[in-house]
T-cell receptor, first 112, second 112 residues
């Protein structure tokens, strides 16, 4: 079964606005990762945050992790039409190497 | 480096047949994982191979099997195909046990 739950399921914003997606998970993790998928193609890795980290940045992306609440958020700042895609959080459970447990994803539409 | 490649990209099979999908990982990556993506169940982990050994397995019936060769290339086999096996099958390779994964473009399997 899916471990991660994402919120919202769909998000529509204007170019230049910020987009925030949230992810919750159920068990202890080694790390949490965010991926992007365009139109049913392969997934692209965006960022990885380890269980002992609280915040991480990569370009216009900011990820936070709260292990006490078992939740994470992905913030995309100054969004662009090219950011239109589905975004998935995925966890690597503690002691379970090589296995990603995905959430259901958030579909982001950025209107030009 | 070349990315993860998957062949074939599209496949149409009939119920009861079997199918073999192939995945070539990024050079130097020894971990290869397989995922199934459907609109209803989302992204689900099938199995992971590392140095020719299946290290992790998801909750799929025995009709789903795989293997990894000494050059890290991997194959996935589904026997006695069912309509519900129609999905996008994604392969991913990783440089480490709990590191980020690099996905191929996927094989879209349609079972009629």
């Amino acid at each position: 079964s899916q471990q991660g739950e994402e919120d919202p399921q769909a998000l529509s914003i204007q170019e230049g606005e910020n987009a925030t997606m949230n992810c919750s998970y159920k068990t202890s993790i080694n790390n949490l990762q965010w991926y992007r998928q365009n139109s049913g193609r392969g997934l692209v890795h965006l960022i990885l945050i380890r269980s002992n980290e609280r915040e991480k940045h990569s370009g216009r992306l900011r990820v936070t992790l709260d292990t006490s609440k078992k939740s994470s958020s992905l913030l995309i700042t100054a969004s662009r039409a090219a950011d239109t895609a589905s975004y998935f959080c995925a966890t690597v459970p503690s002691g379970n190497t090589g296995k990603l447990i995905f959430g259901q994803g958030t579909t982001l539409q950025v209107k030009p | 480096k070349a990315g993860v490649t998957q062949t074939p990209r599209y496949l149409i099979k009939t119920r009861g047949q079997q199918v073999t999908l192939s995945c070539s990982p990024i050079s130097g990556h020894r971990s290869v994982s397989w995922y199934q993506q459907t609109p209803g169940q989302g992204l689900q982990f099938l199995f992971e191979y590392f140095s020719e050994t299946q290290r992790n397995k998801g909750n799929f019936p025995g009709r789903f099997s795989g293997r990894q060769f000494s050059n890290s290339r991997s194959e996935m086999n589904v026997s006695t195909l069912e309509l519900g096996d129609s999905a996008l099958y994604l392969c991913a390779s990783s440089p480490g046990t709990v590191a980020e994964q690099y996905f191929g473009p996927g094989t879209r399997l349609t079972v009629t």
